[in-house]
Every structure is written in C-alpha cells, then in structure tokens.
C-alpha cells in the first residue's frame, strides 16, 4: 500500500481554498450560480412557493425604505434579498429546465397564493413590517403592497437570470 501524505490546514488557510476554488468556478461560468440537482416538477415548485414568501419580505422591506427614503436597516435587507433570489435561481427542473417551464412554475405559485390581490401579500408582510416597528396603515406601505404585485416580473427575470451580478443589480434598483 502506498503511504498517503498529511497535510495540515489550519482553518483559515481551508477556508481560503474554498473561497479561491468557488471565485475560479464562478468566474468559469460567468457569474453564474452553480446549480443544484434538478428537481422533479413538483418538488420544484415547492421550494419556489417555499422562497417566495421571504422574497416579498424583503423586496417590500428594501422598497418601502426607498419610497420613505428612511434608510432603516436597507441594506441588511438588501442582502437577505440578493440571498433568497440567488437560492430561488439555483434551483432547476430536472428534465426540461427551459426559463419559460421555469416562469410558468413562477406564475402557478403567484397565482396559487392569490399574491395579485394586495392582501395576500399583506398576510405574507405585515408581521415582518410590525416587527420592524413600521405602520403598516401608512399609505406609503399600501403603495408598497401595490408596487410589489406591479413589478412581479422584475423579481421573477432576476431569478431567470441566474446570475449574481444581474441579481445585484436588480436589487440596486429597487
């Protein structure tokens, strides 16, 4: 038998090659996320109606701050919000993984939550909203709830996307 060779990593030294090694992967692909396994239809669709709930949080959360221009914790939602699209994007469908089966799924979960009439998304906001301690009777929260459904397809392309820089920007924007 052949000896194996010991190396010794120190923990920061281990965490340094992994992020090298996802830098070099990422830039291999363009930015692009690295996919998961594909998942049956179905199981797809749940983890997309599993994440989308987090998705309005924070989109509602990032825009209600811009149209009040209180910064408030802006930019900690921000980034909560670059996560979960970037976790939503990672998932495929096994089979055809074609971003219009991807979009249809998208609008079935949309539509199976009644998340184009503004309180549906109210039940999916408000508690994060009085949490916060941010009067969820103001009407720039109401516009919130309206902006959210009118701009439902910029959350859903971003996501399309599957890339970083893309999702990044898209959230810059809101």
Known sequence: ??????????????REMIRESV?????????????????PRGVYKEK?????????????LVH????TGEPLSKEHWKGELRG?????????IKGNDAPEKRQKVFNEVWEENDFSIPNAINLTVHNKFYEEGI??????????LID???KVQGIFNAILSRNTDTITQYVDTI
């Not at 830098?23 to 998942?39: N, S, T, V, W």
């Not at 997309?48 to 989109?59: F, G, S």
């Not at 009067?135 to 919130?144: G, R």
């Open 1 to 14: 038998m052949a000896k194996k060779e010991v190396i010794k990593l120190s923990e920061s030294q281990l």
């Open 23 to 39: 830098e070099q992967a990422l830039e291999a692909r363009g930015k692009h996320l690295i996919m998961e396994m594909p998942y």
């Open 48 to 60: 997309i109606n599993n994440e989308l709930p987090q998705i309005l949080i924070n989109w509602c």
């Open 64 to 67: 209600y701050c811009t149209i």
């Open 84 to 92: 979960h699209l970037s976790t939503a994007a990672r998932h495929s």
């Open 135 to 144: 009067d969820t009777k103001s009407d720039e929260y109401a516009t919130t």
């Open 148 to 150: 959210c459904i009118s």
